[in-house]
């Protein structure tokens, strides 16, 4: 038993390590605290294995870039109903 509990240790650690850095990346995204080189390494990441998922954040940077539209000077205010 003392011969596996190195081992053991270590494999306890590893699997802590890699809970904290999935929990860390996903408080980024929610936050959208990520820098550049973080938003694109996790794409990167999710290209290769997730392609669906890769594929739904590009069109989610898209829908948020898109601008509300902008009513006439002489038309009605948007979202008012009123024509």
Known sequence: MDALLPYLALSGGLAVVLGFFTWLARLIRRRGAAGA???AALAAYEEAFRATSHTAHYEI???ARRK???GSPDGPRP????A
């Open 37 to 39: 080189g973080i938003g």
């Open 61 to 63: 940077r898209a829908q």
């Open 79 to 82: 979202g008012t109903g009123k």
């Open 68 to 70: 509300a539209p902008t």
